[in-house]
């Protein structure tokens, strides 16, 4: 009992830490992005009865289909009490990283009922570059990672005790997941596999199972997927176009998984960081692996303890997760960045640190020669505390670096001033419809787009977006471009034969001088 208390203690203490973090670091501003103005949008319209939607153009309302629903719902409901919907997600993403410090600390002492890995384990996640990152960002992330820990727990519960409370609960929280992002698919399917392969029910039982599970994820899903079908043509605003990922952007997801082993302020070179990642992350989670496989194909029945699963469940994730990443980018979205791989793979890094935490201590307890092994495993996780700490400390004392658009706006205030004369009537036309959002809080039309970049074809209908704008731009309407568009679009300025009439950094207003006097 002295022992819980104190783990207790602990980790309630590691979430504190990050929930202090997070308000520390976004102490100015929250993080925005494009994407992150569209979760706001939503949730603004949410509020003011419009249901799931965008602004465009002049102020109509369009139906958002490309992000499930869940993350702007709970802003709204936040919003509800009067606070502004950009402070909202900052107070929200502090309690969600807390929550999520905490339940890697539970399921890793779950599973162990030692206090050093569980505490570890927190700790790793606590300073991790990534997570401190996107959980100043006003993102789905910080939601999906809670939930999907969450939903590990209540699965790995079930698992050992079979009580239709704790499936319903894994089922719950997976459909929440999935609302939140669509890549929460593949809880749905290590949740179905772990069921069919380590549950110890009857076969019968088992199916029944993965019936619940799949029909309380797929349920609310598929009357989403019908709203967005019938409100805009599609169900998730994609198309299944075959796009090989580029071996630029496979590079960059491979060099995020090696800094969570060999973190790049160690100042060593990639070769050198490569040997340390095979080194220290693959033989023991892969002789752990061996070993509880042997051991289960021996006795020929899964052990009796609470949360035996867990270290299966986790791999059984990875896998599927990976999995959807892969077809995501191969198939669906033809757009990702190459800042996008340190926020997909996230969840996975929370998963891969619950695993390797828990594969040292299990293989550390059957070593009998010594203690050396047990000091040196102890020396090397908190070595990597103190680098990811080390690596946060630069973004948590500069809070402006976790700015993104609002960044960009406070260091353009003269292009801010420019926007407050534009009547509020003017229409605007803009290559970033998102950023005159967060600089102006106005709405705008997207310029006309040549090549689309989902779809990986050229656009139809690129010459009736031409003679729009122009009729915007006719009628008093303004062209506003932030940097500077691709080459291939250059042409757009010759078709409409605007004039430059104001420039600032990066931002620059063009119209017809003559229907603005």
């Given at each position: 009992m002295k022992k819980n208390r104190l783990w207790l203690a602990a980790s309630i203490l590691l979430s504190c830490l990050g929930v202090g973090l997070i308000l520390y670091y976004t102490r100015m501003i929250p993080g925005v992005g494009g994407d992150s103005v569209q979760y706001?949008?939503?949730?603004?319209?949410?509020?003011?009865?419009?249901?799931?939607?965008?602004?465009?153009?002049?102020?109509?309302?369009?139906?958002?289909?490309?992000?499930?629903?869940?993350?702007?719902?709970?802003?709204?409901?936040?919003?509800?009490?009067?606070?502004?919907?950009?402070?909202?997600?900052?107070?929200?993403?502090?309690?969600?990283?807390?929550?999520?410090?905490?339940?890697?600390?539970?399921?890793?002492?779950?599973?162990?009922?030692?206090?050093?890995?569980?505490?570890?384990?927190?700790?790793?996640?606590?300073?991790?570059?990534?997570?401190?990152?996107?959980?100043?960002?006003?993102?789905t992330e910080p939601l999906f990672i809670f939930l999907m820990l969450l939903a590990i727990y209540s699965l790995t519960r079930y698992l050992s005790t079979p009580k239709i409370f704790y499936l319903i609960l894994a089922s719950l929280t997976i459909s929440l997941a999935t609302m939140t992002r669509y890549v929460g698919l593949g809880l749905l399917t290590a949740g179905g596999i772990s069921i069919l392969l380590l549950s110890r029910s009857a076969w019968k039982r088992r199916l029944i199972d993965c019936v619940i599970l799949s029909g309380?994820?797929?349920?609310?899903?598929?009357?989403?997927?019908?709203?967005?079908?019938?409100?805009?043509?599609?169900?998730?605003?994609?198309?299944?176009?075959?796009?090989?990922?580029?071996?630029?952007?496979?590079?960059?997801?491979?060099?995020?998984?090696?800094?969570?082993?060999?973190?790049?302020?160690?100042?060593?070179?990639r070769p050198v960081r490569?040997?340390?990642?095979?080194?220290?992350?693959?033989?023991?989670?892969?002789?752990?692996?061996?070993?509880?496989?042997?051991?289960?194909?021996?006795?020929?029945?899964?052990?009796?303890?609470?949360?035996?699963?867990?270290?299966?469940?986790?791999?059984?994730?990875?896998?599927?997760?990976?999995?959807?990443?892969?077809?995501?980018?191969?198939?669906?979205?033809?757009?990702?960045?190459?800042?996008?791989?340190?926020?997909?793979?996230?969840?996975?890094?929370?998963?891969?640190?619950m695993i390797f935490v828990i594969a040292v201590h299990r293989l550390l307890q059957g070593w009998t020669k010594g203690i050396t092994p047990r000091i040196v495993a102890v020396f090397i996780g908190?070595?990597?505390?103190?680098?990811?700490?080390?690596?946060?400390?630069?973004?948590?004392?500069?809070?402006?670096?976790?700015?993104g658009y609002f960044e960009y706006k406070y260091k353009r205030m003269d292009a801010v001033r420019e926007f407050e004369k534009l009547d509020p009537g003017t229409a605007i036309v803009s290559n970033n419809p998102e950023m005159v959002y967060v600089m102006a809080h106005r709405t705008a039309y997207m310029w006309p787009i040549a090549f689309d970049h989902y779809k990986l074809e050229e656009r139809e209908d690129y010459a009736e977006q031409i003679e729009a704008t122009r009729e915007k731009l006719l009628n008093g309407g303004v062209l506003i471009i932030f940097g500077w568009p691709e080459e291939a679009e250059d042409i757009v300025f010759d078709l409409l034969g605007a004039e430059r009439l104001s420039g600032f950094i990066d931002v620059t207003f063009f119209g017809y001088p003559e229907l603005l006097q």
């Open positions: 706001v949008m939503g949730a603004e319209n949410i509020l003011e009865g419009n249901g799931y939607a965008r602004f465009s153009g002049e102020g109509q309302t369009r139906p958002i289909t490309g992000f499930p629903p869940l993350y702007s719902i709970l802003l709204a409901g936040v919003g509800l009490t009067g606070i502004d919907l950009f402070d909202g997600a900052r107070l929200l993403n502090a309690i969600l990283f807390g929550g999520s410090v905490f339940l890697t600390s539970l399921l890793i002492w779950s599973h162990v009922r030692s206090i050093w890995p569980a505490l570890i384990g927190g700790a790793l996640v606590l300073p991790a570059l990534s997570l401190v990152e996107i959980h100043g960002m006003v993102m309380f994820t797929f349920l609310p899903l598929y009357f989403w997927l019908r709203r967005n079908a019938m409100v805009s043509g599609t169900t998730v605003n994609r198309e299944l176009i075959y796009h090989p990922m580029d071996s630029t952007l496979m590079r960059v997801f491979l060099a995020e998984v090696l800094s969570w082993f060999a973190p790049r302020n160690l100042g060593f070179s490569n040997v340390l990642v095979l080194l220290l992350a693959v033989p023991w989670p892969a002789l752990y692996y061996f070993q509880e496989f042997r051991a289960v194909i021996k006795e020929k029945k899964h052990p009796e303890k609470d949360f035996w699963s867990l270290p299966w469940v986790l791999a059984l994730y990875v896998v599927s997760y990976i999995a959807i990443l892969i077809v995501n980018s191969t198939l669906l979205d033809a757009g990702t960045t190459l800042g996008a791989p340190p926020r997909y793979l996230a969840p996975i890094f929370v998963a891969i640190v908190l070595s990597l505390v103190a680098l990811y700490t080390m690596q946060i400390v630069d973004r948590v004392r500069d809070p402006i670096l976790v700015g």
